[in-house]
């Protein structure tokens, strides 16, 4: 089982950017490692299910948005460091949630989290008006 560790959460003022990452350890049995393996970010917000944000392959060659980030998050990766990252732009109070990022068990993008089987613990953020 990969271990992720999500950080970088905060209180951010609307409109604000901030970037969250997701540092990848631990031994991956069957050979899905953090760098074979498509990662994805989900959030859940107090009160509601929790929700797919965005998804990259692999090898970063293809990325998927929910549409309500599209264009606002930007979705990447750096296989050499076992990292993961989400740029966020353009921040609404609406994007208040807990942030988790994920392991897939595909190497293409997912946006389903049965499709997932590694998950971090979250980071909190908070963004507000």
């Known amino acids: 089982q990969v271990q992720l560790v999500e950080s970088g959460g905060g209180l951010v003022q609307a409109g604000g950017s901030l970037r969250l990452s997701c540092a990848a350890s631990?031994?991956?049995?069957?050979?899905?490692?953090?760098?074979?393996?498509?990662m994805g970010w989900f959030r859940q917000a107090p009160g509601k299910a929790r929700e797919f944000v965005a998804s990259?392959?692999?090898?970063?060659?293809?990325?998927y948005y929910a549409d309500s980030v599209k264009g606002r998050f930007t979705i990447s990766r750096d296989n050499a460091k076992n990292a993961l990252y989400l740029q966020m732009h353009s921040l609404k109070p609406e994007d208040t949630a807990v942030y988790y990022c994920a392991k897939s068990i595909y190497t293409v993008v997912a946006w389903y989290d049965y499709e997932y089987e590694d998950w971090g613990q979250g980071t909190q953020l908070t963004v507000s008006s």
């Open positions: 990259i392959s692999w090898n970063g060659d293809n990325t």
């Open positions: 631990g031994r991956a049995f069957g050979g899905r490692t953090f760098s074979s393996r498509s």
